[in-house]
Nanobody
């Protein structure tokens, strides 16, 4: 069984930065692709960023390209999401998720989920 625990959310002014972390328990982290998703009130869960099991491949939704960076440290079983130039429209609960090997933008294709961390960006 894999457990994912996110941290690093909070309240930040527009233009500010945050770094989210997602720590994984279990032996499969190094073979898992990791995705970051977000869900704002009244909206569907959306893909934000993903990183392959090796870290050699990343993917971002268009609205965060150039502002967000996903990375991973397999020695620490942790994936990160660095968020710069935050905008009020980035406000949401952010979730990390795991699946085998390759990134997928569809949330239903992920096997394990964290509990989420709130990110609020004030204008």
């Amino acid at each position: 069984q894999v457990q994912l625990v996110e941290s690093g959310g909070g309240l930040v002014q527009a233009g500010g930065s945050l770094r989210l972390s997602c720590a994984s328990s279990g032996r499969t982290f190094s073979s898992s692709a990791m995705g970051w998703f977000r869900q704002a009130p009244g909206k569907a869960r959306e893909f934000v960023a993903g990183i392959s099991w090796s870290g050699g491949s990343t993917d971002y939704t268009d609205s965060v390209k150039g502002r967000f960076t996903v990375s991973r440290d397999n020695a620490k079983n942790t994936v990160y999401l660095r968020m710069n130039s935050l905008k009020p429209e980035d406000t949401a609960i952010y979730y990390c998720a795991a699946r085998t090997y390759f990134i997928d933008r569809q949330w239903s294709n992920y096997d394990y989920w964290g509990q989420g961390t709130q990110v609020t960006v004030s204008s």
